[in-house]
């Protein structure tokens, strides 16, 4: 079975622009989670969303959105890039969320750099 | 809302032998999972074990055991044996038990765990 994959794995933007991250979680699994990882922040969540609504939030300004698709694709998206917006991006995947959410599984993350 | 501590930002061990990493969590709630993750050089996260709050026996995965000490809110993990593979970041994390929480994970700072040949 395929792990959860992300593209692209590297990108650059230049501050103002935007950017879409996109995240295929492993195949039957519906949740997807994102996290940002900064040697500053550490690993900070995102959001999470599961049949293709979000279900969590994290402590984000609005300039980070996601969505996720009826195949359970997620792709996320940040406007008006900050120098702050360098990071990792990782996301994850569960067969399920809630109580029962079982084991995640990471993908090996997009990493962005705002010049 | 839950706060996750690792004070040791750096470790190191000698192969064979025995090292512990320690983590201490902040939370009022009673049913919640903590983790230990491996985040080796190419930034792949992987689960290494899990503990869930109301099992009282600690976790154990092959080279790889917990001590659980819930009352005092610590989750240190004991790596024996250490391979040179080991040689990663490796992050404690939390997770509520809540159903509304989802699948949330909070984590700690990481320790830069060197393993010396």
């Known amino acids: 079975k395929a792990g959860v994959t992300q593209t692209p794995r590297y990108l650059i933007k230049t501050r103002g622009q935007q950017v879409t991250l996109s995240c295929s979680p492993i195949?039957?699994?519906?949740?997807v989670s994102w996290y940002q990882q900064t040697p500053g922040q550490g690993l900070q969540f995102l959001f999470e969303y599961f049949s293709e609504t979000q279900r969590n939030k994290g402590n984000f300004p609005g300039r980070f959105s996601g969505r996720q698709f009826s195949n359970s694709r997620s792709e996320m998206n940040v406007s008006t890039l900050e120098l702050g917006d360098s990071a990792l991006y990782l996301c994850?995947?569960?067969?399920?969320?809630?109580?029962?959410?079982?084991?995640?599984?990471f993908g090996p993350g997009t990493r962005l750099t705002v010049l | 809302a839950q706060t996750v501590t690792q004070s040791q930002p750096e470790m190191s061990v000698q192969e064979a032998e025995t090292v512990t990493l320690s983590c201490t969590y902040d939370t009022s709630e009673s049913d919640y999972y903590l983790f230990w993750y491996k985040q080796p050089p190419s930034r792949q996260m992987i689960l290494v074990i899990r503990q869930e709050a109301y099992k009282q026996q600690n976790a154990t995965e092959n080279r790889f055991s917990v001590n659980f000490q819930k009352a005092a809110k610590s989750f240190s993990l004991k790596i024996s044996d250490s391979q040179l593979g080991d040689a990663a970041m490796y992050f404690c994390a939390y997770r509520s038990g809540r159903g509304t929480s989802g699948s949330r994970l909070t984590f700690g700072e990481g320790t830069q765990l060197t393993v010396n040949p």
């Open positions: 994850a995947s569960s067969l399920r969320t809630g109580a029962l959410i079982g084991e995640q599984f």
């Open positions: 195949s039957g699994h519906r949740s």
